[in-house]
């Protein structure tokens, strides 16, 4: 079992407002990805960062924004939701190194009224 | 379209039955190949990963096949048990380390 946790599980929330979704792992790892997920569709990747205070936007466009403050913590905002954003988000880590095993979090599942 | 494409889309079994699942892939150039497994509500775990010199490899019921040349890759479930309902994905990574998702087969096994 991997120790990457996400929290909220599951969000309902009205257009409009900020929301942060969190990601914490344990395990050091240097590398940690952010993906949108629609139901019946693949992963794509939105963001990742190498470390502390690297942070890169993934290969699907997003409004959302990330920080990395602390190796361990990774969270990801959206300043305004918007139905639009209603998917389900995973996020992942890896260490360091080419071909690394990704580690997933069990993911938000995100409702926008 | 995407540069994975995976079949088939969902598959129902019986218990104890055997299946095999499918991906294609057009990413190149090709660093490795992996199959992960997602449990409804979870994220996905590694089976396993191959690289370009590897043609086979068991994850005790799993085995994942894969012909670089043709750009295909197997799963193979034996003796399926209710547990291994769930999602398969297919995952693979370029050189560059960019790593590209199937849509997944949505596996349900039934007693």
């Known amino acids: 079992e991997a120790d990457i946790y996400q929290t909220p599980r599951y969000l309902v929330i009205g257009t409009g407002k900020k929301i942060t979704l969190e990601c914490s792992q344990t395990?050091?790892?240097?590398?940690m990805y952010w993906y949108q997920q629609d139901p019946g569709m693949e992963l794509h990747l939105i963001h990742y960062?190498?470390?502390?205070?690297?942070?890169e936007k993934g290969d699907l466009s997003s409004e959302s924004t990330v920080s990395r403050i602390r190796t361990e913590h990774f969270p990801l905002t959206l300043e305004s939701a918007r139905p639009s954003h209603t998917s389900q988000y995973l996020c992942?880590?890896?260490?360091?190194?080419?071909?690394?095993?990704?580690?997933f979090g069990p993911g938000t599942r995100l409702l926008v009224l | 379209k995407n540069q994975v494409e995976q079949s088939p889309q969902s598959l129902i079994i019986l218990e104890g039955k055997n299946c095999t699942l499918q991906?294609?892939?057009?990413?190149?150039?090709?660093?490795?190949l992996r199959w992960y497994k997602q449990d409804t509500g979870r994220g996905p775990v590694s089976l396993t990963i191959?690289?370009?010199?590897?043609n086979t490899k068991s994850n005790g019921r799993y085995t994942a096949t894969l012909d670089a040349d043709t750009k295909q890759s197997s799963l193979h479930i034996t003796a399926s048990q209710l547990s291994d309902s769930a999602s398969y994905i297919c995952?693979?990574?370029?050189?560059?380390?960019?790593?590209?998702f199937g849509a997944g087969t949505r596996l349900t096994v039934k007693p």
């Open positions: 992942a880590s890896s260490p360091q190194g080419a071909g690394k095993t990704q580690y």
């Open positions: 395990m050091g790892h240097d590398k």
């Open positions: 960062s190498y470390g502390v205070n690297s942070t």
């Open positions: 991906c294609n892939y057009t990413v190149s150039p090709f660093s490795n």
């Open positions: 191959m690289t370009f010199s590897e």
């Open positions: 995952v693979v990574r370029e050189n560059n380390n960019d790593m590209r």
